[in-house]
């Protein structure tokens, strides 16, 4: 088992609508939880950082966590064509492995007009 | 947040050789990582490189393959060695600011 989950879609929503991205992850150790956004042949863009549980919001962005359920959530509302990119989850633990992070596949978003 | 740049952007090497890639930060820098990220798969990290020490390999890469330099605070560079088709892959140097990570835009490597 993977220590971190993600579908890899790909998920094709219409412009203007609510994405939610998820991601499960089984180490019990991680405290910190990041959203990056991909755009193809480029490098993975910081989206949102959490630390612990709890939700964040950045404009249309919202990120929660659920340290119960050791389970992410990105949500992006009013989606835009420019959203279109890979969302990658990634975490890391306090202790051990320093600013190791640990990455999900990706998920693949695809907004059309 | 930081801006990374990487040299190469891109290279098509034939098997056996070695590329070195470059990875400049425009602003000092405690912490700097090599991940590797294959077609479909995750990030995965390759090493972490702290100036003034040897740099730490994760379980599965090796120096004598992915010799690894960090002469100073805003630079570092990998070497993928005796390249083989499976070395493949985009290599992306990242560093740490607090506990967040910031990505260069990646080399796209392939090996014939």
């Known amino acids: 088992q993977k220590e971190v989950e993600q579908d890899p879609g790909p998920l094709s929503v219409p412009e203007g609508a609510i994405v939610s991205l998820n991601c499960t992850y089984s180490?019990?150790?991680?405290?910190?939880f990041m959203w990056y956004r991909q755009y193809s042949r480029k490098g993975p863009e910081l989206l949102m950082y959490?630390?612990?549980?709890g939700n964040k919001e950045d404009g249309r962005f919202t990120a929660q966590v659920d340290k119960s359920s050791k389970y992410i959530s990105l949500f992006i509302r009013d989606s835009q064509p420019s959203d279109s990119a890979t969302y990658l989850c990634?975490?890391?633990?306090?202790?051990?492995?320093?600013?190791?992070?640990?990455f999900g596949t990706g998920t693949q978003l695809k907004v059309e007009l | 947040s930081a801006v990374i740049s990487q040299k190469p952007s891109r290279d098509i090497c034939q098997r056996g050789t070695s590329l070195t890639i470059q990875c400049q930060v425009d602003?000092?820098?405690?912490?700097m990582f090599w991940y590797r990220q294959q077609p479909g798969q995750s990030l995965t990290l390759i090493a972490t490189?702290?100036?003034?020490?040897?740099?730490?390999?994760e379980s599965g890469f090796v120096i004598d393959k992915f010799p690894i330099s960090r002469p100073n605070l805003t630079f570092s560079t990998l070497t993928v060695s005796n390249m083989s088709p499976e070395d493949s892959s985009i290599y992306l140097c990242?560093?740490?600011?607090?506990?967040?990570?910031?990505f260069g835009p990646g080399t796209r490597l392939t090996v014939l």
């Open positions: 990242s560093v740490g600011k607090y506990n967040e990570q910031f």
């Open positions: 180490n019990s150790a991680f405290q910190y």
């Open positions: 959490t630390y612990s549980s």
């Open positions: 990634a975490m890391m633990g306090l202790t051990g492995g320093g600013n190791k992070l640990t």
């Open positions: 602003s000092q820098v405690t912490m």
């Open positions: 490189a702290n100036q003034g020490s040897e740099a730490t390999y």
